[in-house]
Structures are given as structure tokens and as C-alpha cells.
């Protein structure tokens, strides 16, 4: 094998957060990184795919927390490249309530009722730091209490709790419907650090590697070492790690020396939700698209039961498509089992709301965030107590290995902004080590030369060059920075 090549910083994972931190550290003169990335595309959980003839987005969909006095700076990127979105109005969602046995809307009066019921005894739960799931007494129990229930914890539109994206930016939320995709603002922002074609708007920057699966990771006082499953080898100083909490526990990555017992039980102790988005494509639209029906809610006795409908009409007219969106055991469920299935499933649900006559779907698409190996679920979901120790465990560093994605960010975690502002807060952080190290290599090379110089007689020391220059035949415990 070729001797590895060695950088300043291997980044691992090129979805948001690691593209992030690589152009924070270019902005900042660490060019010589390496982004090793397991997928053959970046952008991880931001993710497009032509589907019925447009494109959807089978992770992130939308910028969520936007119109409030501070500004979501992915709402800033989505603005500098005019990627096209659209205002998603939930506020009607819940007097959209299909009965599974009459095919019938709720009355408005019976839908706030069980809503307002429903928030009650979340409020409960969440006053009491409550984790446990609601038991037979005070819990959900009809198929619409269920349905609510299901929207207010499982779906991140109605969190009851507050959230500080939407406390922070704004309580809006905007679709993105944009044939360039979400992924675009990663590409926008490759383009600035990264050696890109003009015509395609391709990455061709050789330190951009895809395919590349990172399954160890050797960490000394020296530096770190990364194989890949190819067998390649990279070095380099220090290493930010973006993997997603579900990889991190799922043990694709193995650490030399394992990591310390705090961090582990912090990556363990995280929970990760599994959202899963499936979208049906009709040969002509059945359902109701006026005003605030883009959004509609099944209530059965199954919790999450395909619950969560959209019509994507508002987003890409005449594209009859619809979106139903599981979560977490249904999502796993639905992961196991063939698409056929998952789509009979879905037109039983369909036709018990809007009766027999509709059409079947002509095509679905499933995504599988569960059983992929690169994000093993959707993204990180804290128990509702503030543990602020679990967190602070989970971003800090261990000797040369940085922490990054949106697991990692305290305030926004689970969301695009979450990655993007944890990918800028890691690339700081490692920025003030590197400054931090050289410091205290020229002290220590001072401390070390100056009775050498002594010695032969050489008396003055000013500059550090000069130091660094003389330097370079004496071993330091530490690597060598490039500078
Ligand atoms: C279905 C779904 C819906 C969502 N909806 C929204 C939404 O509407 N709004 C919102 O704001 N957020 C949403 N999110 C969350 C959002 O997508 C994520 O928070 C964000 O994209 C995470 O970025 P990241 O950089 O932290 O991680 P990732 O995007 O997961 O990046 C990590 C990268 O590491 C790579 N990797 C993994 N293992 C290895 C390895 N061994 N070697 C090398 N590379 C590796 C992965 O391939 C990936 O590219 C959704 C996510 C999902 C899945």
C-alpha cells in the first residue's frame, strides 16, 4: 500500500454539517483537508429524487423557523440562491380529520375538543418531565385521540413544547419545491471552497472523495489515522467526525483507542426517530385542493397508521402526488416490507376516506433511512427532560476527534439549521485548538532550543521561524501543523 497522504483535517460525512465545517476552515486558511464520504453524493439527509416527474425531497423538505426577528441562516442560503419554496399552512390540518369508518371529516367542534385534550395531557407529561408513554387512563384511546396524539409528539409541525427554532426564527415553515433540489445550498456553498465545473456545477476537487466508507479510526496525541473499507489510508492532525447519531451507535466506525466510557453512554443514551416520507403518484387527483386542505389527518385505531397526508399540488401542480408520512415502528415496518405492500396498505387507507372508485397508485417511493447503513434513522431526538450534560458530551471532543451534526447542536438539533450552525460552532472550536497547539509548540521549541543555541554559542532567538527552522531535526511529542 502507498504511504498515506497526510492533511490537516479529515472531515468525515459530506451532508451539511461536515461541507459546513470544511469551508469554515478554508475561510480560515486550513485548505488541506480531506471530506471522506461513504455515499456516492454529498448532502446525506438532504436529499432529492425524481419522482412522478418532479423532484421531492426524500429527507429535509422544509426550512423550518422562519419570519421571526432573528433570521434562519438556511433560510439566508435558500434566499441567495433563490431556491424556490412554498408557505405549508398546518393550521388547518387538524380540521381535516378523516373517520375510518365513515369516510367523513370530523365536525370542527369534535376535532378541538380531542385536540385541546390531546395538548392537556401533553402540557401534563411535559410538566412532569414525563417520558413514558401515556397509559390506558389518561392517554389517547379513539382513533381521532390517537391521530392528534400522534401529530403533536411524532410529527415536528405541533411540538407543544417550546422550541427554540421556532421561538428564535420564526414560527413559519416553507417547503422546498425546487428542481435543483434542497441539496443545491450545498453545492452553492462547495462552489466557494471547492474546484467546481462551470457548466454542471459538478464537484471535481480532488479532496472531495466519495465511496469512501470510514470503518476505523486510530486517535493518538500525534494524530489520526482513517481506513477506509477500501483499504485506503488517510492521516492528519485531527478529524471532524459528522456522522449521525445512529451511525455513531451502530458501531460502523470503530475507534482506537475506543472511545472514553462518558461519551459512549452519551451516543447511547440519545434517541434517533424515524421519519419516513412515502410518496404515491396518481394517474389524476381525488382529493380535496382548495384552501387549507394541503394538509389531511386519518384517524384509525392504530396509532400512526398512515396518519399524516399533503397533496403536492400547492408545490408542483398537476404532479398528483401524494405524501404520507410514518414514523418511527411504522416506519421500521414499512422498511421490511415490499413497496407493493406498503402501497395496497396505503390505497386501503385511501379508499376508506375518499370510497372504492379511486384510482391505484402508478408508482411509490420508499425511503429506507432506517436500514441505511449511512444514517440508520432520520435524525436525533433528546429525551424531553433538559439534560444539558447529555449533549455537552455528545459535541465534546475526545483528544483529536471533533463531534459535529445536527445531534450535536443543543439548541436546534434535528433540523438542517441544527447541522449547518453545528458545522460552523466544530470548525471554531478545532480553529482555536490549531491556534492553541501552535502556540504552544513555539513556546515549548523555545523553551527546548535555547540552551542548545546557548551552547553553540548562537545567543539571540526572535523570530519563530528562526526557531522552527532550527527546529526541525528535534523530535516534538507532537505533530507537525501545517501552517
Ligand atoms: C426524512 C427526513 C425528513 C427531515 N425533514 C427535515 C425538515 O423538513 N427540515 C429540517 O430542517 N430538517 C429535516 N430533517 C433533518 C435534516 O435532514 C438533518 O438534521 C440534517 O440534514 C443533518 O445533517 P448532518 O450533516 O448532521 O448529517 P448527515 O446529513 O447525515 O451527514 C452525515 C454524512 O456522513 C456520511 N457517513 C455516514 N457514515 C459514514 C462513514 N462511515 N464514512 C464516511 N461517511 C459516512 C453520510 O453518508 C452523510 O452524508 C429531516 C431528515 C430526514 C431523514
Given at each position: 500500500m502507498d504511504n498515506p497522504t497526510r492533511c490537516s483535517v479529515i472531515i468525515i460525512g459530506a451532508g451539511i454539517s461536515g461541507i459546513t465545517a470544511a469551508k469554515v476552515l478554508a475561510e480560515n486558511g486550513v485548505e488541506d483537508v480531506v471530506i471522506l464520504e461513504a455515499a456516492d453524493r454529498i448532502g446525506g439527509r438532504i436529499r432529492k429524487e425524481e419522482f412522478g416527474g418532479v423532484t421531492v425531497e426524500l429527507g429535509a423538505g422544509w426550512i423550518a423557523g422562519v419570519g421571526g426577528e432573528q433570521s434562519n441562516p438556511v433560510w439566508e442560503l435558500a434566499r441567495q440562491s433563490n431556491l424556490r419554496t412554498c408557505f405549508s399552512d398546518y393550521s388547518n390540518a387538524r380540521y381535516n380529520i378523516y373517520d375510518q369508518n365513515s369516510?367523513?371529516?370530523?365536525?370542527?367542534?369534535?376535532?378541538?375538543?380531542s385536540y385541546?385534550?390531546?395538548?392537556?395531557?401533553?402540557?401534563?407529561?411535559?410538566?412532569?418531565?414525563?417520558?413514558?408513554?401515556?397509559?390506558?387512563t389518561n392517554g389517547p384511546k379513539t382513533p381521532i385521540e390517537l391521530a392528534i396524539d400522534f401529530i403533536l409528539h411524532d410529527f415536528e409541525m405541533a411540538e407543544v413544547e417550546p422550541i427554540s427554532t421556532y421561538v428564535d426564527f420564526g414560527e413559519r415553515e416553507y417547503l422546498v419545491a425546487d428542481e435543483r433540489g434542497y441539496e443545491y445550498l450545498l453545492y452553492k456553498m462547495g462552489e466557494s471552497f471547492l474546484f467546481t465545473s462551470d457548466t454542471e456545477g459538478k464537484i471535481l476537487d480532488s479532496r472531495l472523495k466519495l465511496n469512501k466508507v470510514v470503518r476505523e479510526l486510530q486517535h493518538s496525541r500525534n494524530g489520526v489515522s482513517v481506513k477506509t473499507e477500501d483499504g485506503c489510508v488517510y492521516e492528519a492532525n485531527y478529524v471532524i467526525l459528522s456522522v449521525s447519531i445512529g451511525v455513531l451507535q451502530s458501531h460502523l466506525i470503530s475507534f482506537s483507542p475506543p472511545l472514553p466510557r462518558w461519551k459512549t453512554?452519551?451516543?447511547?443514551?440519545?434517541?434517533i426517530m424515524v421519519y419516513t416520507k412515502v410518496f404515491l403518484k396518481f394517474p389524476y387527483k381525488f382529493w380535496p385542493c382548495g384552501p387549507e386542505k394541503e394538509f389531511f389527518i386519518y384517524a384509525h385505531h392504530r396509532r400512526g397508521y398512515y396518519t399524516f397526508w399533503q397533496h403536492m399540488e400547492n408545490a408542483y401542480p398537476g404532479s398528483n402526488i401524494l405524501v404520507v408520512t410514518l414514523t418511527n415502528g411504522e416506519s421500521k415496518r414499512i422498511e421490511a416490507q415490499s413497496?407493493?405492500?406498503?402501497?395496497k396498505e396505503a390505497m386501503e387507507v385511501l379508499r376508506s376516506m375518499f370510497g372504492c372508485h379511486i384510482p391505484n397508485a402508478m408508482d411509490i417511493l420508499v425511503p429506507r433511512w432506517w436500514n441505511n447503513r449511512f444514517q440508520r434513522g432520520s435524525y436525533s431526538n433528546y429525551p424531553i427532560c433538559d439534560n444539558h450534560q447529555l449533549i455537552d458530551d455528545i459535541k465534546a471532543p475526545v483528544g483529536r476527534v471533533f463531534f459535529t451534526g445536527e445531534h450535536t447542536s443543543e439548541k436546534f438539533n434535528g433540523y438542517v439549521h441544527g447541522g449547518y450552525l453545528s458545522g460552523i460552532d466544530t470548525a471554531k472550536a478545532l480553529l482555536e485548538e490549531i491556534i492553541k497547539e501552535k502556540e504552544w509548540k513555539s513556546e515549548n521549541q523555545s523553551f527546548l532550543i535555547e540552551p542548545l543555541l546557548a551552547l553553540t554559542g548562537s545567543l539571540t532567538l526572535k523570530q519563530p521561524e528562526a526557531v522552527s527552522n532550527n527546529l526541525h531535526k528535534f523530535t516534538i511529542p507532537w505533530t507537525t501543523l501545517s501552517s
Open positions: 369516510g367523513k371529516i370530523f365536525p370542527s367542534r369534535v376535532a378541538a375538543e385541546k385534550k390531546a395538548v392537556a395531557s401533553a402540557i401534563q407529561k411535559l410538566q412532569n418531565h414525563d417520558d413514558s408513554p401515556l397509559d390506558e453512554e452519551a451516543i447511547s443514551n440519545c434517541d413497496d407493493e405492500e406498503t402501497m
